[in-house]
């Protein structure tokens, strides 16, 4: 290689990533202890609703205080301390944008420092006593979305006004309108709440039943047409994912996504999904849920909780979350990613792992799935006594 220039390989989509989340904001133009009290309002109010995380610097005054910390100054790369009401990590190496984004990936809205960090979205203080520094940061004013006028102050810059050709379209509120401000912000999160789409889960091999289970035509139809449809009642888009020689077998009527995880199971399926449309949230069911209506589906996406890694209902069969008729937020993708690196490739782990939107199914029923020919009799009998 003659150029230094590091060369990409295989174009995959990525997430709709910042520096650290994919909803960030760079409080800037003011001074770093207004820019907190700021963090704090904001972050207060928001907290009901959403994670919200929060990024800063801190500079050593006098020397000592330069030294590392504890273990650290041993030569320990990290320090775990278990506060009992919150946990501290201490870590002495470096940090890229890379590890930034693992480490905020269940954040629904990052505020960050401004004045010593940067973020994909600006949050303009026009503070008289920062009129300087707000002048040396200019470049980094590239998608700002709010103007706070602080005291004192009744009107946007004149340098910011011709940095900034759109500025008369950017909300203007008085750093002391706080109702404003959290609302501004509670909006903003509204619109990037991910956009549902739906799976639909025919890629297993059927060893159990002896034949494909999505091929089954319970309601005058073979389910994974059943269920395509009526998932679409609820989602943006719906596919079907299954196995890569599946595709020449699935009606071309329907979306296929295939297996680009494979020999995983639904785990790959999921992982599939997510690495063709990493921003979007999928609405995963399996093929083998005879019983499953619009009911429960309604049910399931009305109470829908975006901040959680998933919204799922609690199993009659067992009282563990059913990974296999659930809601995955984008946020759940790098949590598969890191348990399938520790060699777990079951879904329902991840949700008892991670924060999740736990439900009690309106129709327990709905939930039972069909594997044996045994099974299959069974529910041939409770299809039948239905009005």
Request: proline share 6%; with cysteine; net charge negative.
């Amino acid at each position: 290689m003659t150029s230094k220039e590091h060369k990409k390989h295989t174009a995959i989509a990525r997430p709709s990533y910042g520096n650290y989340s994919r909803q960030e904001w760079a409080i800037l133009g003011t001074n770093c202890g207004a820019i907190k009290q700021f963090a704090d309002t904001v972050i207060s109010a928001l907290a009901p609703e959403f994670a919200c995380a929060y990024v800063d610097a801190q500079h050593a005054i006098h020397e000592e205080e330069a030294t590392l910390p504890s273990r650290l100054a041993s030569g320990a790369i990290a320090e775990y301390t278990d506060n009992i009401n919150h946990h501290q990590f201490v870590i002495n190496q470096p940090l890229n944008h890379f590890q930034f984004r693992q480490w905020f990936a269940g954040a629904d809205a990052v505020l960050v420092n401004g004045n010593h960090h940067q973020a994909k979205a600006q949050v303009v203080v026009l503070d008289a006593a920062k009129k300087a520094s707000l002048q040396k940061r200019l470049p980094q004013l590239t998608d700002v979305q709010l103007f706070l006028l602080a005291e004192g102050v009744e009107e946007v810059f004149d340098f910011v006004q011709e940095a900034i050709s759109d500025w008369q379209q950017i909300p203007v509120f008085r750093l002391s309108e706080t109702d404003k401000i959290v609302a501004f912000f509670q909006k903003q999160l509204a619109k990037a709440t991910p956009v549902l789409n739906g799976l639909v889960l025919v890629g297993g091999k059927s060893l159990r039943m002896g034949h494909d289970k999505g091929a089954i035509a319970w309601h005058q139809k073979e389910q994974r047409y059943f269920m395509a449809d009526l998932l679409q009642k609820f989602c943006s888009e719906v596919f079907i994912s299954c196995r890569p020689e599946q595709q020449t077998d699935i009606d071309s009527a329907y979306h296929t996504l295939p297996d680009t995880f494979t020999d995983v199971g639904p785990y790959g399926a999921i992982l599939s999904a997510f690495r063709e449309k990493p921003d979007a949230a999928w609405l995963v069911a399996a093929c083998d849920l005879p019983l499953m209506d619009h009911t429960t589906l309604e049910y399931l996406t009305q109470h829908r909780k975006v901040s959680a890694t998933a919204t799922t209902f609690v199993s009659p069969h067992d009282n563990f979350p059913e990974p296999l008729i659930t809601i995955w937020e984008p946020k759940s993708y790098p949590q598969l990613l890191a348990f399938l690196a520790q060699g777990y490739t079951c879904p329902r782990k991840v949700l008892m792992n991670t924060p999740v939107q736990l439900l009690s199914p309106p129709r327990p029923e709905a939930l039972l799935n069909v594997n044996t020919p045994e099974e299959l009799e069974q529910v041939k009998q409770l299809l039948l006594q239905k009005p």
